[in-house]
């Protein structure tokens, strides 16, 4: 399986504070036959979360989004699968609220996000968004460019996260 076969998702912190929805949302991840090859629980500083969206620097919507994303605990996956980026982009819908609730009204978006910023979850755009996020959260796990089989799991280095 390829790197490409990975991606980057993120519970934010209003759907981890919600356990309905945050059993919901594993539910639709596991019903779509995507698999979690690594998960980790943590709170962001002020700092990561600017590292992380430094990209939004600027934009109206920046203040906000570093506000939600340090209000309290988040999740953080690693997911695999063929197609696994717009398999889970798909998954989590449009990034606006309103839009997702028109256009994919049984998208994690539309169920469970309460805002644009707000909006539940977020997933690597391709692969270089991938590589870049997973190094964050993930330092000590190598992502192979291919694995030879459906048992695809994250090489560990020795320290654990």
């Known amino acids: 399986m390829a790197a490409s076969a990975f991606t980057l998702a993120i519970f934010k912190p209003h759907l981890l504070k919600n356990p309905v929805a945050y059993c919901a949302t594993e539910q639709l991840i596991a019903a779509s036959g995507i698999r979690i090859v690594s998960r980790r629980k943590l709170s962001l500083t002020e700092r990561q979360a600017?590292?992380?969206y430094r990209d939004h620097e600027g934009?109206?919507?920046y203040g906000r989004l570093i506000s939600l994303m340090t209000s309290g605990p988040l999740e953080v996956l690693v997911?695999?699968?063929e197609n696994v980026i717009s398999r889970w982009?798909?998954?989590m819908g449009p990034t606006k609220v309103f839009k997702a609730v028109y256009t994919n009204p049984d998208c994690v978006r539309s169920l469970y996000g309460l805002s644009d910023t707000r909006n539940a979850s977020h997933g690597s755009d391709s692969l270089a968004s991938f590589l870049t996020e997973a190094a964050i959260?993930?330092?000590d796990q190598?992502?192979?460019e291919a694995a030879a089989t459906d048992?695809?799991?994250?090489v560990t280095s020795g320290r654990g996260t």
Request: hydrophobic letters at 40%; one cysteine or more.
């Open 89 to 91: 982009r798909a998954l």
């Open 137 to 139: 959260f993930f330092p």
């Open 151 to 154: 048992n695809c799991q994250p």
């Open 142 to 144: 190598q992502f192979p």
């Open 59 to 61: 934009k109206f919507f």
């Open 50 to 52: 600017k590292q992380f």
């Open 79 to 81: 997911l695999s699968g």
